[in-house]
């Protein structure tokens, strides 16, 4: 039958659970099961999608609640195993920020290819114990290694640089939070540019042949201080790609859905709690991936391409953070504005009513894959980001916000100038 015949069939059958049974079914679909579900006030599960399969993370029960990934699935991605294999395959491989989301989601997918050895780097040092736990367990064949270090540490980083001397580097570390960050421009320099100035610069000297750095498409028109210290973390390895022996490159992609401190998270607690869900503005709309998605995209570009490359992900469809509200509440059981409320909050100081992926200047090119778009690189004076960074570096010990922020955006004024010249 077809999706309409839901509401007939339940009636007719008095039928007491339906059980989404599609793993490649699109989230449109997903969508259109659930509202007839609820309009037929039936009860409704599913089976794992093909991410969940291909990621390995189903549970001794597959049969779940449908949940707000399931309404975003995309047609799964078709990946190159091939070239992936390639440049991964029986290489020491090291992923910074390893116990991040995104970072802990790569360390997944890349052990699936069976590196040589994979390096799980964080200054967090429960969130590496959790990741090299469970890639231990899950992938005994892999030699894992947790190294508890801090991009911002360049003895301690180049110490690991030169006792492991990995192939391959998945920068991942990185502060992303935008209101914590406004408040706090010095950690965006330390973490965010130093951090990534070292990491950089210490796969220069000792001769790496891969670095795929991930950035955020608050780094495109930045309007905060998390956006701006990422374009400049941009500039950096754009600048290094010029004469290193390296390949530098670049993957840019939005928000991820369930990563740590995302909105997703929030909105699931404030249900539990029994609202209101605060939304900042009912037009606001952000762009949406699921981990295992992102994921295997980066390791993806980073087999496309040569060095200097900027990758943007295809990340579809802008999502309205109304509509997640409205959707993660009735997957809950309640009804909108009904049994749990929804409260605009107003923007807050550093976001956007939307993102957008690139500049109007960058414009993008095709790729070998269909969901990767190659973006025009920038010509970067190293000479005069150095002296920039410099200059923020002293500022930040000495925690001068204010100037911190000037110097931000007098960085980012003449870098647009020079772009749109």
Known sequence: GKIIDITSVVKQLMIDLVIICIPSASGNVIRSIAAQCEGSNVEYKIVPGVFEILGETVNVSPIRNVDVEDLLRRPPITINSKKILAYLSNNVVLITGAGGSIGSELCRQICKIRPKQILLLGHGE??????????????????????????????????????????????????????????????CVKNNIIGTLNVVAAADKYGIKKFVSISTDKAVNCVNNMGISKRIAEMIVQAYSRTSRTEFMIVRFGNVLGSRGSVVPLFKEQIAKGGPVTVTHPEMTRFFMTMPEAAQLVVQAGSLGKSGDVFVLDMGEPVKMLDMAEDLIRLSGFEPYVDIPIEFIGIRPGEKLYEELLT??????????????????????????????????????????????????????????KAGE
């Not at 114990?129 to 911002?152: D, F, G, H, T, W």
């Not at 894959?369 to 920038?378: G, K, L, P, S, V």
């Open 126 to 187: 429960n969130s590496i114990y959790q990741i090299n736990r469970e890639l231990k367990a899950s992938y005994p064949q892999v030699q894992i290694e947790p190294i508890i270090c801090s991009v911002v540490d360049n003895v301690k980083l180049n110490y690991v640089m030169k006792a492991y001397q990995p192939n391959v580097v998945f920068h991942a570390a990185a502060y992303k939070h935008v209101p914590l960050m406004q408040d706090f421009p010095e950690e």
């Open 360 to 417: 109007a200047q960058e414009g993008t090119v095709a790729t070998k894959h269909e969901r990767i778009f190659q973006i025009r690189a920038e010509d970067i004076d190293m000479g005069i980001l150095i002296k920039n960074i410099e200059e923020l570096k002293k500022l930040a010990i000495s925690v001068k916000r204010e100037e911190i922020v000037e110097k931000f955006w007098e960085i980012l004024a003449k870098h647009q100038k």
